[in-house]
């Protein structure tokens, strides 16, 4: 293992002090706890907060700002943080409007968050949530009941931040994502595996000519092994299953995001999604917006994930494009 | 019982999960991700150096004071699935001075397991213990029994929790949660004898 580290055991330690002291200007360290909080007040809005293992940044921390995320809880890497933290979030979020979480599909994050949630009740806070379950590739998962929640999670932060910040309630925000999951999609890729710090050793093993289609964030099996083939192809592999699973029609609106995994440069991410769109253009689908980065990353993992959301309102887009003061979005 | 039985109830509970660590994780392996033991080791002993730097002065305090110390220290699904056990004892003990039915007790802790995990019986969980335990503690209940309980998980199929990935290969193993669970119980009645 070759990494920049002082020592496993202080990763998430250390990284949450330098993007604390790195990005002071918009996020601080609450106390000694697991969380980053944004700066900005926002008294009487709801507070919302994401949060989960680490390894996949700039999620959850960079999207933590005014407009967005009140505040980011870190777990381990790729393990979920524990009750007593997010409840720390949840108290750092509250602005006496209540607190909106918005959790990935992974068994122990929704026991963790959920436990969160009864503790913040029991102190006379009002907690609501959402669980993000995007990626389609596989049914059931390593990590998960049912599917995951992986890279468009990130739009769930950005348009619920959007409506926080306009003063919408608890109540709206819950509405308003169960209008949104179901029109975000993704499936990822993997050309070579991430290694967690701690372990030491990479998470699964591919051979130099192989990929893995559907894999997830924390290296969990997707559902097709094959030989490396052409961006073209596998862009074609991954945007039909999404098509398919939000039935686009000419004429749709979508947004687009290519998600690196960590170890994939932009040159390649640039190449893929310009695949996409032409996949996109030959259906008449038009691409209202189109991100390419990376959002939600697997540490070092090479590889990335397409995310499609079909612009049901087109209201979304401009949540979605209203400036905010984030280290990341 | 009292505060000073429960305490050496519990004490006896995280000595079992000591010196059981590497079996448990070991239990964790085939069908999860091989760390319930190590995980519980640690919550156990956060526990009780919460313990030894505050000396709980009533039943509720104990058990709230270790359901704290797991929730916070042993993450995963053991952590919150324990930590709210304890917090259910301590909702149900709140102005006791002896555990006055421990039926009522252990039901409130499965009842705390079965909300926060959402398992029912015949899944392979902590609940396929936990569930028969409060069911024969009112007329008496052995070691062995609890034994026996945990050996039925073994023919189990997973279909809850992080073991429900691997399916069927689930069956023919024991239920780590389960076992840790029987230790509990162990402790419990050995302290009782």
């Known amino acids: 293992m070759k990494k920049i580290l002082n020592a496993p055991q202080d990763v998430v330690e250390e990284m949450m002090q330098g993007m604390a002291e790195a990005h002071k200007d918009i996020v601080h360290r609450v106390g000694s706890t697991r969380v980053l909080a944004r700066n900005y007040e926002g008294a009487g809005k709801v507070g919302l907060i994401s949060g989960g293992g680490s390894g996949h940044e700039p999620t959850h921390a960079g999207f933590v700002g005014q407009g967005m995320l009140s505040a980011a809880v870190f777990g381990d890497v790729f393990t979920s943080p524990t009750p007593d933290q997010v409840y720390e979030a949840v108290k750092a979020a509250d602005k006496g409007a209540g607190v909106f979480m918005v959790i990935k599909n992974y068994t122990g994050d929704v026991l963790n968050f959920e436990m969160a949630k009864d503790m913040a009740e029991a102190e006379g806070i009002d907690v609501d949530f ?20 992986v890279a468009g999670t990130i739009f769930v932060h950005k348009i619920l931040g959007y409506h926080a910040e306009k ?117 008449n689908v038009s691409a209202a917006k189109t991100m390419v980065g990376d959002y939600m990353t697997s540490i070092e993992m090479a590889g990335l994930s397409l995310t499609l959301m079909k612009l049901k309102d087109k209201a979304w887009l401009d949540a979605l494009n209203a400036p905010v003061d984030t280290i990341a979005w | 019982m009292d505060l000073t039985t429960a305490q050496a109830w519990l004490k006896r509970f995280f000595a079992l999960i000591e010196e059981h660590k590497a079996y448990l994780s070991e239990l964790d392996n085939p069908i999860g991700d091989g760390d319930h033991g190590h995980n519980m080791a640690r919550g156990a002993k956060a526990a009780e150096e919460a313990l030894q730097a505050q000396t709980p002065t009533s039943l509720e305090g104990l058990f709230k004071s270790v359901g704290m110390s797991l929730l916070s220290k042993v993450g995963g699904a053991s952590g919150p699935l324990y930590g709210s056990v304890f917090l259910a ?35 392979k969980t902590m609940v396929d213990v936990w569930s028969p335990f409060v069911e024969k503690l009112a007329e008496g ?24 990935y691997v399916g069927a290969r689930s069956i023919g193993h024991i239920d780590p949660g389960s076992y840790s669970s029987g230790l509990f119980f162990k402790a419990y009645l050995k302290e009782l004898a």
């Open chain 1, 130 to 149: 959402c669980i993000t379950k995007d990626d389609i590739a596989v049914e059931d998962s390593l990590y998960s009941d049912g599917q995951r929640g």
């Open chain 1, 167 to 283: 003063g919408a309630s608890l109540k709206e925000l819950k509405a308003l994502s169960e209008k949104l999951l179901p029109e975000i999609k993704t499936i990822g890729l993997a050309l070579a595996p991430a290694i967690v710090p701690e372990q030491g050793k990479p998470g699964f093993e591919l051979a130099d000519d192989e990929i893995e289609f559907g894999i997830g964030i924390h290296g969990e099996p997707g559902y097709q092994r094959v030989k490396l083939q052409p961006s073209q192809a596998m862009a074609k592999e991954i945007y039909d299953k999404l098509s398919k699973a939000l039935q686009l029609q000419a004429g749709d609106d979508v947004v687009v995001l290519v998600n690196g995994m960590g170890g994939t440069p932009l040159m390649e991410q640039y190449v893929f999604v310009n695949d996409v769109l032409e996949l996109l253009k030959k259906d």
């Open chain 2, 141 to 164: 209940v052995s070691l062995e029994d609890v034994e026996a309980m945990v050996l039925a998980t073994k023919p189990l199929k997973a279909t809850k929790g992080r073991a429900a």
């Open chain 2, 89 to 123: 004892f301590a909702n149900e003990v709140k102005g006791q001075e002896v555990i006055e039915n421990p039926q009522q007790l252990f039901a409130a802790g499965l009842d705390a397991i079965v909300r926060r995990g959402k398992a029912s019986v015949g899944e």
